[in-house]
């Protein structure tokens, strides 16, 4: 099936708000793995991230008469978790989205990425990439997550990301950047043959 | 990016797959067709659209036909119950326990007073008659002439009466809920009330309604019960000691009208013999009082006519015989014929 026949994420939306379910179905099977990871990967809770998860939904569709492509529809889909992320950690008090550059946070973050890194059983049973990646990747700052998160599971440019966590394009590439070195950097020893 | 990113990021996507709960898929697909099949915009489906005038079209529809069906009814169809209760007049116990109990006027009850009235009608004349010749037949001999006047006077309001009556009954169907009952009420004695025009009897007045019904209804129904001729009533009162009632004086030709009022033959037919007794009635009913038959002798005698005078004066005997004598003055007693 060529993808010019597919219709786009737009198109399906419009039709969602005019009262075609199935437009939603289609809407929903394509994005519903990337926020789910995004949301997973942030809160580190899955009954958590199942909560914000429906309510990021539910927020699509009671905001889906209100929809205007104006953007992409990613882009909306991802600010909606974003903001349903941010007033879960303002709710909880546990944390905020910070900068990498903060440094005031470097020893925190350092410090998980130390403790994922230096379990022994872990270590031993978990030689597996992707087991080791997820560890990185949640071990990073939360900015340099987050960016890493838009780009990699929602597909999102990087002046998208910018755009939807209001900060400048070259801050997110900056953070983008940091993220992936802190994650060549953990996973070194498996890389170490590509340097 | 460089190579390593590549690799990092291939080895992300495979690591990377986490979905949602199936539950939780579920319930956010079903929040999702909620929504959209709740929301108050959505076009209605086309069966209500093609089918709700329905209902209203089938109340129009009745209500045109109930509409019809009351203007094309008539009136005392409409509302026959009401008819009936309200023409049944408030009778005294004394009358109800004298008389058996009679139905309730009906549909066909109209119809049927037509005929009665007419029978009545025909049955006055005839009763008269009879009557008349009765009393030519045998005068009292104590009666003075006063009362063989005042017999008189009320032959001929009689003979009015029943005039009246002929002309109603000739009269084109204008009014034929009221011309009856005027007839009847007229030859009760009691003033008939106004002909009632309105196309519905039950929409009259209940207070006019009722005092029609009770002057109208409750005297001349009591007697069209007890006796076949009402009009008969108040000329047997009148004529007191010679013939108590007209029942008495003309036994068969009650027996006649009664069999006639049984057939209830039909309105025009009835008409036509009522206008033919009325001219009867006036040639034969014209009772001459003897200060008038007297006057016409003396007129003829004067006129000449000693003929004519003398036939008269011999039917004023014959009318009068053994009382004519008292009756006539004396230069015409002395004359014999």
Not at chain 2, 198 to 223: D, I, T, Y
Not at chain 2, 272 to 298: F, G, N, S, V
Request: charged letters at 25%; one cysteine or more; a neutral charge.
């Amino acid at each position: 099936m060529p993808a010019s026949a597919a219709p786009s994420d737009e198109d399906l939306m419009l039709a969602y708000a005019a009262g075609d379910g199935a437009a939603f179905d289609t809407l929903y099977e394509r994005h519903k793995g990337g926020v789910y990871r995004y949301l997973l990967r942030q809160c580190r809770h899955a009954g958590v991230a199942d909560e914000l998860f429906q309510d990021v939904w539910m927020n699509l569709i009671r905001a889906r008469t209100g929809y205007a492509p104006i953007a992409k529809f990613t882009t909306w889909l991802y600010r909606l978790a974003h903001n349903r992320l941010i007033d879960h950690y303002r709710a909880s008090g546990v944390a905020t989205l910070v900068s990498a550059d903060d440094d005031a946070h470097a020893d925190a973050v350092a410090a998980i990425a130390a403790d994922c890194g230096d379990e022994p059983n872990a270590r031993a049973e978990n030689r597996e990439l992707g087991e080791r990646l997820k560890r990185a990747v949640t071990a990073l700052p939360a900015a340099q997550r987050e960016a890493f998160l838009l780009h990699q599971e929602g597909g999102l440019s990087l002046g998208e990301i910018a755009e939807l966590t209001g900060a400048g394009v070259e801050t997110v590439k900056s953070r983008l950047r940091y993220a992936m070195n802190k994650l060549r950097s953990d996973l070194s020893d498996l890389y170490e043959p590509l340097r | 990016m460089s190579e390593i990113d590549r690799e990092l990021e291939a080895a992300w996507r495979a690591a990377s797959k986490e979905q949602p709960p199936a539950a939780l898929d579920a319930s956010v697909r079903a929040a999702a067709h909620r929504a959209v099949d709740a929301r108050p915009g959505k076009p209605k489906s086309w069966w209500w659209v093609k089918t709700y005038w329905a209902p209203l079209a089938a109340a129009a529809m009745v209500t045109i036909i109930a509409v019809g069906i009351v203007q094309l009814t008539p009136p005392e169809q409409v509302t026959p119950g009401v008819v009936a209760e309200r023409a049944a007049p408030p009778q005294p116990a004394e009358q109800d326990s004298r008389k058996p109990s009679v139905p309730p006027p009906t549909a066909a009850e109209p119809a049927r007073r037509d005929a009665a009235s007419a029978t009545d009608e025909l049955a006055r004349k005839r009763d008269a008659e009879d009557a008349r010749k009765k009393l030519a037949q045998s005068p009292s001999p104590t009666q003075p002439a006063s009362n063989v006047a005042a017999v008189a006077e009320q032959e001929k309001k009689r003979a009015s009466t029943v005039q009246f009556a002929a002309k109603e009954e000739q009269r084109p169907a204008a009014a034929p809920e009221g011309a009856p009952a005027e007839v009847k009420t007229q030859s009760a004695g009691v003033p008939a009330p106004a002909a009632r025009s309105e196309p519905f009897p039950a929409a009259q007045a209940p207070a006019e309604r009722g005092q029609a019904a009770v002057a109208a209804a409750a005297p001349a129904a009591a007697l069209r019960r007890s006796e076949p001729f009402p009009a008969a009533q108040p000329q047997g009162i009148a004529a007191g000691a010679a013939a108590p009632t007209l029942r008495e004086a003309a036994p068969e030709a009650t027996a006649k009208l009664e069999a006639a009022g049984d057939k209830a033959p039909a309105k025009p037919e009835l008409a036509k013999m009522a206008t033919m007794d009325q001219a009867r009635a006036k040639d034969a009913a014209a009772p001459r009082p003897a200060d008038e038959w007297i006057k016409l002798i003396r007129r003829l005698r004067a006129e000449g006519k000693s003929e004519e005078a003398a036939k008269e004066l011999a039917a004023f005997r014959a009318a009068y015989k053994e009382r004519a004598d008292e009756l006539l003055p004396a230069d015409l007693r002395a004359a014999k014929p």
